[in-house]
């Protein structure tokens, strides 16, 4: 059975930059398509980005594209979330989730999720 922890989280002023860090266990990362999706207080969860298990193909929501990178470490089994430009709409607990298929952005697709590490950034 895979688990995932995030990590990585933290206060950051707008403008700035964070890396959050998935770390899978118990399957190795390159058999699930990884997701991070976000929920901000008092509204629902939202996709913001994943890589597909077949083909490594990276997608990403409309409001990060550009300024959110997903990576992939195969060797330490780890999924990153680069964020750059920052900005206060960014303030969520972010998730990272596994995905045992191919489906990207629909978020009921994964079935193994992690706690989530808050992110907030201030104007």
């Known amino acids: 059975q895979v688990h995932v922890v995030e990590s990585g989280g933290g206060l950051v002023q707008a403008g700035g930059s964070l890396r959050l860090s998935c770390a899978v266990s118990?399957?190795?990362?390159?058999?699930?398509?990884m997701g991070w999706f976000r929920q901000a207080p008092g509204k629902e969860r939202e996709f913001v980005a994943a890589?597909?298990?077949?083909?490594?193909?990276?997608y990403y929501a409309d409001s990060v594209k550009g300024r959110f990178t997903i990576s992939r470490d195969n060797a330490k089994n780890i999924i990153f979330l680069q964020m750059t430009s920052l900005k206060p709409e960014d303030t969520a607990v972010y998730y990272c989730?596994?995905?045992?298929?191919?489906?990207?952005?629909?978020?009921?697709?994964?079935?193994?999720w992690g706690q989530g590490t808050q992110v907030t950034v201030s104007s």
């Open positions: 989730a596994a995905n045992s298929g191919l489906t990207v952005p629909d978020p009921r697709e994964y079935d193994t």
């Open positions: 118990g399957r190795t990362v390159s058999s699930y398509t």
């Open positions: 890589v597909r298990r077949i083909g490594s193909s990276t």
